[in-house]
């Protein structure tokens, strides 16, 4: 038999064309009943709708597009990056939609890729990190109406920018009263200079930091780099004026641990100090010493920044347009 028609299934169905439309469209305004009695009709058929004649019926592209910084070499290098995806693309599957990755490039007098998907409506909305939120592109996305959602804490000032990111306060505040609640007086944290300029993250990770350690009544002792130990590392007349014996190291990324590490080699420092970081790295548990570390849910970060696209591409009412996901204390 030649394949139904749309038509064809609404007649057998006993149903108007735009109803057999709308189910496959996913609308909710059809009642179950009428829903389960078109489907049992394209599954006694084997009718498999044209996503091409769909998306022109509909004038969508059921596609969900992920945009990335492709200057931003640390991003997708980092495993942790693939945890987010794995999160939106689970989203994205479930609402029947495909799932387009791309990185913005700009070629010699042409579109970026960024503007070129944006332009064209290649995709029916997109998530991109907030290092791609300058103001050129957020003016874009409004101009051709892209529903959008920002995976990071928005550092663009503009009102209403839909943002999903982890709370790196919370995550920093926790830590250190992990910290604090096994002994430690005397905690440092290590946050390289150019990177919390640069990240808004790790500034939050150190605000929550501080926020702790004044809260115990304790001194905030903040150093730039691994040769910043040497200084807190000398023993008796040479130890520096005012700088106590530390007894907790955190670092804000695990690039900076594996410096510390690195550093560390030929000097004793770190079998003196409690070690912690943000989330829990696969090889930590092979590592010389134990790491403390507070549990991130990236995967929920991805999920959260799509169902948040979904309600903002299907219109709906009062969205919530920031999300902050909490972390707690990981389990060795």
Not at 77 to 93: M, T
Not at 136 to 160: A, F, I, R, T
Not at 282 to 292: E, F, L, N, V
């Amino acid at each position: 038999m030649e394949k139904l028609t749309i038509q064809q299934i609404a007649d057998l169905a006993g149903v108007n064309k735009a109803t057999v439309s709308r189910v496959l469209n996913g609308s909710s305004s059809i009642s179950e009943k009428t829903r389960q009695k078109v489907e049992k009709i394209m599954k006694q058929y084997n009718y498999v709708p044209n996503s091409i004649a769909r998306g022109l019926a509909f004038k969508k592209t059921f596609t969900v597009g992920f945009c990335f910084d492709y200057t931003d070499k640390r991003a997708y290098a980092n495993p942790f990056f693939y945890k987010v995806l794995q999160g939106i693309e689970e989203i994205v599957y479930q609402n029947d939609h495909l799932f387009l990755m791309m990185s913005d490039h700009r070629l010699k007098k042409s579109k970026s890729t960024f503007e070129r998907v944006v332009v064209d409506h290649r995709v029916d909305g997109l998530i991109i990190p907030n290092t791609l939120l300058n103001e050129q592109n957020y003016n874009l996305l409004l101009k051709h109406k892209m529903p959008y959602v920002v995976s990071g804490e928005n550092m663009l000032p503009k009102e209403g920018v839909p943002w999903v990111d982890i709370d790196n306060v919370q995550a920093g505040r926790i830590l250190t009263e992990h910290l604090i609640d096994l002994g430690c007086r005397h905690i440092l944290i290590y946050a390289d200079k150019s990177a919390a300029e640069r990240d808004k993250f790790i500034t939050d990770r150190l605000k929550g930091y501080s926020e702790a350690i004044s809260k115990a009544g304790l001194e905030v002792n903040v150093i730039h780099s691994p040769e910043d130990l040497k200084a807190v590392n000398q023993e008796g007349d040479e130890r520096s004026e005012g700088l106590p014996e530390p007894d907790a190291l955190i670092c804000c990324t695990h690039e900076q641990l594996f410096e510390v590490l690195d550093w560390e080699l030929g000097h004793s420092v770190l079998s003196q100090l409690a070690l912690a970081t943000f989330d829990n790295f696969p090889i930590s548990r092979y590592m010389k010493y134990p790491i403390h570390f507070v549990e991130i849910d990236l995967e929920m970060m991805g999920k959260q920044a799509a169902q948040m696209l979904f309600a903002l591409m299907n219109k709906e009412e009062s969205v919530v347009r920031s999300i902050s996901i909490q972390t707690r204390i990981g389990s060795k």
